[in-house]
């Protein structure tokens, strides 16, 4: 995978708002499916797994389009390789919203939920633009139980005790700071080279971009205290982070945002390492 494989799923980042003075809705199970948002859920994935990636940017927000149509062709590809393997069945999650789904409105922001038992949990989100509600993010899955394979699974801020979080607080460090060359050395031997390999133009859009996406030092470490996974098997790894921030323009006003975070390490050469 390319440069910017690690962000894949960067682009799953949902946008939500609060007011201090009106209530979230909440709509349970049967209920969804009579929601607009109920039949966008289930004809996004239903495109990710056809693999039509442009048309499930059609469905999502302006913003959200504008990222995808200004991303690389190398980072479009690896979005589309990584969105059905992140994305619920379609069979499993229709039959979830119905049987557990929760979808919680708050004024032109909403959330939804769906358990899917040992598959794990599917969170989307949604921004109503105009008269007309649009993807934010996801449908994408988290928490899956998979069957025993020599699996490690670490959680919270016992991940800071583990050399991958030193490593990957090093690498957001330097990429926010601009200092790529140094960020890079701290990624595979396999991905310095495909690095290599990249015309000038996509080296240059795929830089901005993880910059762009990538969380700050500070914000990483709290997402992995807040609730971060780290999966370990054998010589490969990933770090599973939410971050989320808030932010208030004017009283009773509060609007954040929610981005979802998968970072794949590889151990080489005796280290730990970044892996695209």
């Given at each position: 995978m390319k440069k910017t494989g690690l962000v894949a799923f960067l682009l799953a980042g949902g946008l939500f708002a609060a007011t201090a003075f009106a209530e979230p809705t909440e709509i349970k199970g049967a209920a969804i499916m009579?929601?607009?948002?109920?039949?966008?859920?289930?004809?996004?994935?239903?495109?990710?797994?056809?693999?039509?990636?442009?048309?499930?940017?059609?469905?999502?927000?302006?913003?959200?389009?504008?990222?995808?149509k200004n991303a690389s062709a190398s980072d479009r590809k690896d979005f589309a390789e990584m969105m059905p393997l992140r994305a619920p069945a379609y069979a499993a999650f229709e039959a979830?919203?119905?049987?557990?789904?929760?979808?919680?409105?708050?004024?032109?922001?909403?959330?939804?939920?769906?358990?899917?038992?040992?598959?794990?949990?599917?969170?989307?989100?949604?921004?109503?633009?105009?008269?007309?509600?649009?993807?934010?993010?996801?449908?994408?899955?988290?928490?899956?139980v998979t069957e025993p394979r020599n699996e490690q699974r670490i959680h919270g801020a016992m991940i800071l005790d583990h050399p991958i979080a030193a490593v990957a607080m090093q690498y957001v460090t330097l990429v926010q700071s601009g200092q790529?060359?140094?960020?890079?050395?701290?990624?595979?031997?396999?991905?310095?080279?495909?690095?290599?390999?990249?015309?000038?133009?996509?080296?240059?859009?795929?830089?901005?971009?993880?910059?762009?996406?990538?969380?700050?030092?500070?914000?990483?470490?709290?997402?992995?205290?807040?609730?971060?996974?780290?999966?370990?098997?054998?010589?490969?790894a990933t770090l599973n982070i939410i971050v989320s921030e808030q932010t208030s323009s004017e009283p009773g006003v509060v609007t954040g945002s929610s981005s979802t975070t998968a970072i794949p390490f590889a151990f080489e050469d005796g280290k730990w390492k970044v892996a695209q």
């Open positions: 009579k929601h607009p948002i109920g039949a966008l859920a289930l004809k996004q994935v239903k495109l990710v797994h056809a693999g039509k990636i442009d048309e499930v940017y059609a469905l999502r927000t302006a913003s959200e389009q504008a990222d995808w979830a919203l119905s049987k557990s789904g929760v979808l919680k409105v708050d004024g032109n922001q909403a959330e939804l939920r769906a358990d899917l038992d040992a598959a794990g949990t599917a969170i989307a989100y949604y921004e109503l633009e105009g008269s007309q509600w649009r993807g934010a993010s996801g449908p994408v899955v988290f928490g899956a790529m060359d140094k960020a890079r050395a701290l990624t595979t031997n396999k991905a310095q080279a495909e690095w290599k390999t990249l015309p000038a133009s996509e080296k240059k859009e795929s830089e901005a971009f993880v910059k762009k996406m990538l969380p700050a030092a500070k914000s990483l470490r709290s997402a992995i205290e807040a609730g971060g996974v780290l999966i370990i098997e054998g010589e490969r």
